[in-house]
């Protein structure tokens, strides 16, 4: 219920944006109200790991639940448009919580089998909540109110905190000394913001703020590195990079997200601007990616036991690899069918090998030390996805106005990038004659396709990386966790002895 809820909050309010905007106004900041939100999440994730390592997970998914709950009722009554981006804020410390710390608890309390068996379940509430998200928010908006996409996280925040209150039990003692890297934790926070920053919102500034910006980032990012080579208790261990297994899963979780997040976010647009479709239809597209990411997710996960993840991983990357090579293919032509076939392969290898290596890094780590890692890897798929969205971007808009700015005698005048609305949206599509409809269709597929040229080459990095997945035999592996499993017993047994 909690990953749920988190998964839901960005495609609940993307649906009620527009009406949040002639409620509140503030349109010219209207990007911030997701900015925000992906800004505190993002730096917060390994925070959250960290914590519920040190502490324990029932502190951490608490004060995650709580800060999420508080700030859905905060930005719930929000009376203008900047104390709603604060109260987002809020939002985002909370959300950052909920995944890691909510997959490290499956990681106590399951065995590989059960994991293998279970991690399907939790993976697949993002593609229900990419599905039913924009149906609940526009039912919300229109039948009550904005607010309610807001307030719609309060009953089922609670019930998650009372559920989790008394059906878990922590599995492991607190740490009898706890030191926590407050330094490391301000230098990657401020690294990260400044980053983030230029990701997220480079376009809105000069080319000189926006190396400043980097260059401040790199030398917070220096700083970290230093601090985090000489603490006792580092937010985020050095040593993870040393283990195969979890150096290739953070690595090619980096990669994956920048080439599916950035294509999902702009497949819709295509799908309205080429193809001729109202925004609810649009959404649609995503459909037969989702669906098929959540089935191969579930029967690859039952497979690990029988395969191991190497050669699961490799057929997911060969899926993706055709899925992201026929995008390159897209034109005026292209039907919604097509792209339903285009989109269905991603999907099946997003589903074998996302979850599939998220469970091979946890394997590959101490119970201890499981907080911290699935937050590291999360944490840097967050910063892929990023990463993927802020390029595919840039690089559309570059070829868009290049391919606008050609135009000449009528066409002249759809040289600026703002006239392309017209071909977007329905109710001005019909206004355009046949010729300057034509033209802007052929100009905004022509750009994405080469966008998605960049989300191929991605995705050959990522597929190149897969090729060092450690491989080995899949009983064994669950015969390995066994032992680790009964020697943390043995010793928690020991110390309680003593």
């Keep these: 219920m909690a990953l749920l809820m988190a998964s839901l909050e960005n495609t609940i309010v993307g649906t009620a944006m527009p009406t949040v905007i002639a409620s509140l106004g503030g349109i010219e900041i209207y990007s911030w109200v997701f900015a925000a939100y992906i800004l505190a999440s993002t730096v917060m994730t390994p925070i959250w790991g960290k914590t519920a390592d040190l502490i324990g997970r029932r502190p951490a998914m608490f004060g995650g639940l709580a800060l999420f709950i508080i700030g859905s009722a905060l930005s719930g009554a929000a009376h203008s448009m900047p104390q709603l981006i604060a109260f987002r804020v809020v939002q985002g410390l909370g959300a950052a919580a909920l995944f890691p710390v909510g997959v490290t608890i499956i990681g106590d309390l399951l065995t590989l089998e059960q994991r293998a068996k279970m991690m399907p379940l939790f993976s697949g509430m993002w593609g229900l909540a990419s599905l039913i998200g924009p149906l609940i928010g526009g039912i919300l908006t229109e039948q009550l109110s904005w607010r309610w996409c807001f307030y719609i996280i309060l009953p089922a925040g609670l019930l998650s905190l009372a559920l989790i209150w008394w059906g878990y039990s922590e599995k492991y003692e607190r740490r009898s000394k706890i030191i926590f890297d407050y330094a490391g934790t301000f230098t990657l926070a401020v690294a ?131 899925g992201s090579a026929l995008l390159t293919r897209i034109s005026i032509e292209t039907t919604r069918f097509q792209l339903s076939v285009d989109v269905a392969l991603i999907g099946v290898g997003g589903g074998l090998t996302v ?105 050959i990095v990522t597929s190149i990386i897969s090729l060092f997945i450690p491989g080995g035999d899949a009983h064994q592996l669950a015969h390995e966790e066994h032992q680790a499993n009964k020697l943390d017993e043995d010793v928690n047994t020991a110390v309680a002895e003593i």
């Design 192 to 322: 990260l913001v400044l980053l983030l920053l230029v990701i997220e919102r480079g376009a809105e500034f000069s080319w000189i703020i926006n190396l400043t910006l980097l260059a401040v980032s790199a030398a917070f990012t220096f700083w970290f590195i230093r601090v985090e080579q000489s603490h006792p208790e580092p937010l985020l261990p050095l040593k993870l990079f040393r283990i195969p297994l979890v150096s290739i899963t953070i690595v090619h979780g980096f990669f994956v997200m920048m080439a599916l997040i950035g294509a999902m976010s702009f497949l819709p647009l295509f799908v309205q601007g080429v193809i001729g479709t109202s925004a609810a239809e649009a959404g649609r597209v995503l459909t037969p990616l989702i669906f098929p990411w959540v089935l191969a997710s579930i029967i690859g996960s039952r497979l690990i036991l029988k395969f191991g993840y190497r050669p699961l991983a490799l057929i997911g990357m060969a899926s993706m690899l055709a």
């Design 355 to 459: 979850a599939t290596l998220m469970l091979a890094a946890q394997h590959a780590v101490p119970r201890a030390e499981m907080g911290v890692t699935t937050a590291a890897v999360q944490f840097f798929r967050s910063i892929g996805a990023a990463f993927g969205t802020g390029a595919i971007g840039a690089i559309m808009n570059w070829s868009l106005h290049k391919s606008l700015t050609g135009a000449t005698g009528e066409l002249a005048r759809f040289a600026n990038q703002n006239e392309l609305t017209a071909i977007v949206r329905p109710e001005t599509r019909t206004s355009l004659s046949p010729v300057a409809a034509r033209f802007l269709q052929q100009s905004l597929a022509g750009s994405l396709r080469t966008a998605f040229f960049f989300v191929l080459g991605t995705i």
